[in-house]
């Protein structure tokens, strides 16, 4: 359906495509997937259609959500970001022709973003059932 881009400047090299111009939240019926769906995402909710992300009482629930695991940074983790949000590009706007900043900024919440998937990852090894929330 979308060509992959290649060859971009100082990016490793892959292919890459923009799934928003499909979807950014996929309310698919996951149930229908043997056992549990591991879904990581940016916010803590799934909103059934991107255009409706402005709407913030459309939210995902039911019973297509009862075997996904929706990974997502907490707010406490967002809040000590730069900016106390998510890198987006909005950025753009936001910075400027302020690279140096923007770029030291969103290399912070990298680095961030790494800490928060060992965090993870030992999770995993060691689950802790309290850390756990239903969705909805």
């Keep these: 359906m979308l060509e992959a881009v290649t060859g971009i400047a100082h990016a490793p090299a892959g292919s890459y495509w923009d799934g928003g111009i499909i979807d950014y939240h996929l309310h698919l019926p996951y149930p229908r997937a043997d056992g549990l769906v591991l879904y990581p995402h940016f916010v803590d909710h799934i909103v059934p259609g991107w255009l409706d992300k402005a709407f913030r009482w459309r939210r995902a629930r039911g019973s297509w959500l009862d075997n996904v695991v929706l990974v997502a940074p907490s707010p406490e983790f967002i809040a000590a970001l730069p900016n106390r949000k998510l890198p987006d590009r909005g950025d ?26 060992e965090a993870f990852a030992r999770w995993v090894e060691r689950p802790d059932p309290g850390a756990v929330q239903p969705l909805g």
Excluded: P, V
């Design 92 to 117: 753009f706007k936001r910075y400027g022709l302020d690279n140096e900043t923007r770029i030291r900024d969103w290399t912070r919440a990298i680095g961030e973003s790494g800490r928060l998937a």
